[in-house]
């Protein structure tokens, strides 16, 4: 397999804008696509207001391209997707690049919970189908976990380890079950935080407070959830239930009743807490 010089990335959110980042300042060429132009402007906004502060900041805006047609991607040596957290969506997706992409090309899903193994069977490459989950702000957090498929080849995992290493992340590699590694521990926590803020066995603030302080977690799972997005913890709790077919992996009601509500977390503006009022915002800090 090449080595990697061109990385495409699908899905101009924060994630796809973080992911699009740390190729771009790691001297990498970068498509980044998103059929929706205000996403591309603000994508492109957020990842010059971040590199500027660095000498690298205008090396790395000259790499990065701006695409709405999926088609400027056969160029990339790998096309990573950070789309919406959908296995149907996703599925499509792939379907879509296994078709554009040159035959060498690396297909990354960015997925928190879906399995790699079905998303590659959308493709006629599974070999060459992979997870690589950043957390969330890629820039920041120093993980990546590298998913294998069934049939993810060794040379697709090493050079996708390859990769994240080149971007400075610490790696870990998870066999294809539901939930991997990280969301498959940290989610049912989460979870277990808003049946214990459902049953009134504490305020949100206790437990958060409590967590941070008697575990010694940078921010507490009610925050966390809150910057994740409540509508990705159910979702990712879905997975979990139906994957692994256990009751105690069963989204709890406040959780669910939040995401009918409309209240998703920070990037609404009110989840657990009401980011609308100063006064009622607490400062979480990764």
């Known amino acids: 397999m090449a080595e990697i010089k061109c990385v495409g990335v699908v899905g101009a959110g924060q ?25 591309l402007s603000r994508a492109t906004a957020a990842i010059s207001s971040s590199v500027n502060r660095f000498e690298v900041g205008d090396d790395a805006m000259r790499r990065l391209r701006l695409t709405s047609n999926l088609q400027d991607l056969r160029s990339a040596d790998i096309i990573i997707e950070a789309i919406l957290e ?4 996703k599925k499509k997706l792939f379907k879509e690049l296994d078709g ?16 790699i193994t079905r998303l590659a069977s959308a493709t006629q490459r599974p070999t060459q189908v992979i997870g690589m989950h950043f957390m969330n702000p890629p820039p920041i957090m120093k993980l990546v976990e590298i998913i294998h498929g069934a049939d993810t080849s060794q040379e697709t995992f ?28 940290l989610m049912p926590m989460i979870n277990e935080a ?36 409540l509508d990705v913890c159910l979702s990712i709790m879905k997975v979990l239930h139906q994957g692994l077919g256990d009751s105690k992996y069963a989204p709890c009601p406040l959780l669910v009743q939040y995401v009918d509500a409309g209240r998703l977390g920070r990037k609404r503006g009110v989840g657990v807490y009401d980011y609308r009022k100063k006064a009622a915002t607490p400062s979480p800090r990764l």
Not at 20 to 36: F, S
Not at 219 to 225: D, H, V
């Open 158 to 185: 090493i050079a996708t380890k390859t990769l994240a290493e080149r971007f400075g992340k610490t790696t870990v590699c998870s066999q294809d079950y539901a939930g991997f590694i990280v969301n498959r521990i």
């Open 194 to 229: 808003f049946h214990t803020l459902y049953t009134g066995v504490a305020t949100k603030e206790d437990i958060d407070s409590g967590m941070k302080h008697g575990t010694n977690q940078p921010m507490g799972p009610l925050e966390l959830a809150d910057l994740i997005g």
């Open 15 to 39: 994630m796809g804008s973080g992911i699009a980042q740390l190729a771009a300042t790691n001297g990498l060429d970068v498509w980044i696509m998103d059929a929706d132009r205000d996403a």
């Open 100 to 115: 554009i992409a040159k035959s060498s090309a690396i297909l990354a899903s960015n997925t928190s919970s879906i399995s």
């Open 86 to 89: 959908s296995e149907d969506i």
